[in-house]
């Protein structure tokens, strides 16, 4: 992957395209520091499918989907029901 400094990707923004395009993935870098990748559209998309599982994967995986935290049975007291009088 190619490695461009922020401000040679602003004055060369068709260049780095057409690299995109060309060869894949792009790293821009701010400071030294990565900080965004230039992807092809199609290549976006094919990640945005694997990534993301759609609802029905979601409802039938067999790994708990969150923790509900209970308090230990026994230990708190009902209120005693109220009067009419």
């Known amino acids: 992957m190619r490695t461009w400094a922020v401000q040679d990707a602003k004055a060369r923004f068709s ?41 029905k994967e979601l409802l039938l995986v067999d790994a708990p989907r969150g923790e509900i935290p209970l308090p230990p049975r026994g230990r708190l007291r009902r209120r005693a029901p109220a009067t009419n009088g």
């Open 15 to 55: 260049a780095l395209l057409e690299a995109s395009l060309r060869e894949g993935p792009q790293m821009v870098t701010k400071r030294g520091v990565a900080a965004a990748v230039l992807v092809p559209v199609e290549e976006w998309r094919r990640l945005e499918r694997t990534a993301r599982p759609t609802l």
